[in-house]
């Protein structure tokens, strides 16, 4: 039984790109996506499958209708956290992820689509903050009742998958009629950035001595306010990159930039890439700024390949008998 996958908030594909790439005999059936261009980001890898564009609340669940053909079916939710993560709780001034005007409900319409098409399996991933929200509650309480074993881990790419970017991710996996589980391995990166950042260039285009002044006049007076910020300059013989935010490439004082000889500057699409562990190979917009959004916003290759080769012997193993054992009695399935 081969299985097919679906991936709902598809952004601009990183996470299906690095699950396809693991999960070696899945295939994706289609994706839903708002955003054009992320969408057509994400058809540029695989434009056999089918695409919905749009708001997802706009469509009724059986609209959005992947296709089975006798396969087992994955679905991928990584719903946007933009009401979850600290920035976006602190920039649109929420006290709890459900209270974002365009995410906050983005829950509701995923269970919908879930207890219409009764996927296999379902990953849902997001910042690790999610995973205390009353989405989060609501989703565990939703498809446990409706049958579904689930399995949570938090997966850190710098820590578990030896990649140079400090970038966490929640993640719940769940499954229909079996338990999934995998051990999440301990593979810290041990290397420096200069591996993965473009050699040193006189024609790079540094900060100039003005605006690095106005750099520095801004983080001092954010200090004043007791914000903590400063700004992070990564050198070539640094051991780690910090999270790059979607909007990184409107110009925050606070960087990460990376040390030129008399300056600095920004980092770039592919120098973003690398650092999140991913080949060559992955789609991006010619666009800078929509490049760096999609990586912003999109996931580390390495923990969502693993978690795609993961599932993938999962499912190969159905069929075979397991053991389910509770506090009274043990039980022999096969599926």
């Known amino acids: 039984m081969k299985p097919l996958a ?51 609340t706009a469509f009724h669940p059986a609209e959005v209708s992947p296709s089975r053909n006798g396969a087992a079916m994955i679905l991928l939710a990584g719903i946007p956290c933009t009401g979850a993560s600290l920035a976006g709780r602190s920039k649109n001034k929420l006290s709890c992820a459900e209270e974002h005007a365009k995410a906050g409900h983005l829950f509701i319409p995923t269970l919908l689509w879930i207890r219409t098409h009764k996927p296999e399996a379902v990953v849902f991933e997001n910042v690790p903050a999610y995973a205390k929200s009353a989405s989060a509650r609501s989703i565990r309480d939703v498809l446990s009742t409706s049958g579904y074993f689930l399995f949570e881990t938090v997966l850190d790419a710098h820590q578990n998958f030896s990649t140079p970017s400090r970038r966490k991710r929640w993640v719940m996996v769940a499954t229909r009629n079996r338990p999934f589980h995998m051990d999440v391995p301990v593979n810290p990166f041990v290397g420096t950035l200069d591996d993965y ?11 100039t001595e003005a605006q690095v002044a106005g750099h520095a006049k801004y983080i001092a007076r954010k200090q004043s306010e007791n914000c903590g910020w400063k700004t992070t300059i990564l050198e070539r013989d640094s051991n780690s990159c910090p999270t790059i ?18 300056s600095y500057r920004m980092l770039r699409p592919r120098e973003i890439a690398r650092l999140h562990g991913f080949p060559t190979n992955l789609p991006l917009p010619d666009s800078n700024s929509k490049a760096i959004e999609i990586l912003g916003q999109g996931v580390c290759f390495a923990p969502f390949a693993y978690l795609g080769e993961k599932l993938a012997a999962f499912f190969s193993e159905i069929g075979k008998p397991i053991q389910i054992r509770s506090a009274n009695q043990q039980m022999d399935f096969a599926f």
């Open 197 to 207: 950042l473009d050699p040193e260039s006189p024609d790079d285009v540094v900060f």
């Open 6 to 56: 679906f991936e709902m908030f598809a952004g601009g594909g990183t996470l299906g790109f690095a699950f396809e790439a693991g999960a070696r005999g899945v295939s994706f059936s289609g994706a839903s996506e708002l955003s054009p261009q992320y969408l057509q980001a994400w058809s540029a890898h695989r434009p056999e499958a089918d695409t919905f564009g749009g708001d997802i």
């Open 245 to 262: 935010v979607r909007t990184y490439y409107k110009v925050q004082p606070v960087g990460p930039f990376v040390r030129c000889k008399n």
